[in-house]
């Protein structure tokens, strides 16, 4: 992940770590002559949440938000398919305009945490892997602004703490395939597979329910509710079957052939 981090920062230079305790001053709004303009020229990666609120803010598929508005890149020493926004023929995101972000209040998580950079490592509980730093583009006056923020104080503020809850199980695949890689190479079905599983929402409940899943796997009556009502409950159970069956030792086992 650390090489994400680096392209989206933009920086030369090895970042310098926060902690959530961390201090720093921010504010954006209208009234700054830089106002969007971080919205452009930049590489914006897409968990499977944010694409969740988007095609839901959008009321379209997750197969056509796919399509319309992202392209695939490959994720370093992995090789496991990441999506990135496609930005507008004028290089900037294609939801800004000069009135500010359309769709803010399902904006994607690396915005939300816009200043602040993040990185991510191993860790068993939501938050402990993950670590901090700023980013000050030359551009940008917010730093300017007298507010003041602890890294923990604009996580709650922009509610990033309900993403990480959400993705907690796919940025685990991400670290636990990094930790292995170059020893486990995804093939181009695996990759199929992820990409499925991470972000096609849509085409993976019909995979669940509209095929033979549910006799070729255990999964219990109260996950099979859920999972049917709940489409981010779905989510979150695609990301821990996908674990089983890329690491071995799954939550949802194959039943027994008789």
Same mark, same amino acid.
């Given at each position: 992940?650390?090489?994400?981090?680096?392209?989206?920062?933009?920086?030369?230079?090895?970042?310098?770590?926060?902690?959530?305790?961390?201090?720093?001053?921010?504010?954006?709004?209208?009234?700054?002559?830089?106002?969007?303009?971080?919205?452009? +020229?930049?590489?914006?990666?897409?968990?499977? *949440?944010?694409?969740?609120?988007? +095609?839901?803010?959008?009321?379209?598929?997750?197969?056509?938000?796919?399509?319309?508005?992202?392209?695939? &890149?490959?994720?370093?020493?992995?090789?496991?398919?990441?999506?990135?926004?496609?930005?507008?023929?004028?290089?900037?995101?294609?939801?800004?305009?000069?009135? %500010?972000?359309?769709?803010?209040?399902?904006?994607?998580?690396?915005?939300?945490?816009?200043?602040? %950079?993040?990185?991510?490592?191993?860790?068993?509980?939501?938050?402990?892997?993950?670590?901090?730093?700023?980013? +000050?583009?030359?551009?940008?006056?917010? *730093?300017?602004?007298?507010?003041?923020?602890?890294?923990?104080?604009?996580?709650?503020?922009?509610?990033?703490?309900?993403?990480?809850?959400?993705?907690?199980?796919?940025?685990?695949?991400?670290?636990?395939?990094?930790?292995? &890689?170059? +020893?486990?190479?995804?093939?181009?079905?695996?990759?199929?597979?992820?990409?499925?599983?991470?972000?096609?929402?849509?085409?993976?409940?019909?995979?669940?329910?509209?095929?033979?899943?549910?006799?070729?796997? =255990?999964?219990?009556?109260?996950?099979?509710?859920?999972?049917?009502?709940?489409? =981010?409950?779905?989510?979150?159970?695609?990301?821990?079957?996908?674990?089983?069956?890329?690491?071995?030792?799954?939550?949802?086992?194959?039943?027994?052939?008789?």
């Amino acid at each position: 992940m650390d090489d994400i981090i680096m392209r989206l920062s933009k920086s030369p230079y090895a970042p310098v770590k926060m902690s959530l305790d961390s201090e720093f001053s921010f504010m954006c709004h209208r009234g700054l002559e830089c106002f969007t303009e971080c919205c452009g +020229k930049i590489d914006i990666f897409l968990t499977p *949440y944010d694409i969740v609120r988007l +095609k839901r803010r959008l009321r379209t598929s997750s197969e056509e938000f796919i399509s319309r508005y992202t392209t695939v &890149a490959e994720l370093k020493e992995t090789r496991l398919p990441l999506l990135m926004l496609r930005m507008a023929d004028n290089g900037r995101c294609p939801f800004v305009t000069e009135d %500010g972000c359309t769709i803010y209040t399902d904006r994607p998580v690396v915005c939300r945490y816009y200043p602040i %950079g993040f990185g991510l490592m191993k860790s068993n509980h939501i938050g402990e892997g993950d670590f901090f730093f700023p980013i +000050k583009e030359s551009f940008c006056l917010g *730093y300017r602004e007298e507010k003041r923020w602890t890294v923990r104080q604009w996580r709650l503020s922009q509610e990033i703490n309900i993403y990480d809850d959400v993705n907690k199980f796919w940025f685990d695949i991400i670290l636990s395939k990094k930790a292995m &890689a170059p +020893k486990l190479v995804p093939d181009e079905k695996s990759q199929r597979l992820f990409l499925l599983c991470s972000y096609d929402i849509d085409s993976f409940r019909r995979f669940v329910f509209e095929s033979r899943f549910l006799k070729a796997y =255990v999964v219990d009556t109260d996950t099979i509710k859920k999972i049917k009502e709940d489409e =981010v409950e779905l989510l979150k159970f695609g990301h821990r079957w996908l674990r089983g069956v890329l690491f071995g030792n799954p939550e949802y086992p194959k039943r027994e052939q008789g």
